[in-house]
């Protein structure tokens, strides 16, 4: 199973296995109020920035898919309430949901693609790297 990095201008880059992403607190355990329609758990990327402790410089973030494929790239103010689903029940997401790791905009606008499309989700997450500003 894929584990999810983040990298880039944070003071602990991290590589985040099924089980670590579980340890975390606070869980969002109905991602359907916040993603309608998935039946789905996760963790609002905020989380994952405190445990990376982000660079006082840091501005935004790029998605990247876990075959390197597709990118999105999104201000880290707007990224800090996205949702990380990773798991269903007690199992992780599974391919058929776009996992193991899915990130969820909620606002189109919010993330746009490297070819500056808006975006309201990352399938198949595999990286998250940070950048200061320029």
């Known amino acids: ?32 109020e916040l993603a309608p329609g998935m039946n789905a758990s996760g963790l609002r990327l905020e989380v994952l920035f405190s445990l990376a402790r982000l660079k006082p410089q840091a501005s935004q973030v790029v998605l990247i898919s876990r075959d390197g494929a597709f990118s999105a790239r999104m201000a880290l103010q707007a990224a800090r309430e996205c949702l990380l689903l990773y798991r269903l029940g007690s199992a992780p997401l599974p391919p058929a949901l776009d996992g193991p790791m899915r990130l969820m905009v909620g606002e189109p606008g919010l993330c746009r693609t490297g070819k500056g499309e808006p975006c309201s989700s990352v399938r198949f997450l595999g990286g998250i790297e940070v950048l200061p500003a320029h």
């Open 1 to 32: 199973m894929g584990a999810l990095a983040i990298t880039g201008h944070v003071e602990q880059p991290s590589l985040l296995t099924f089980a670590q992403l579980c340890a975390l607190q606070p869980q969002v355990e109905n991602a359907a």
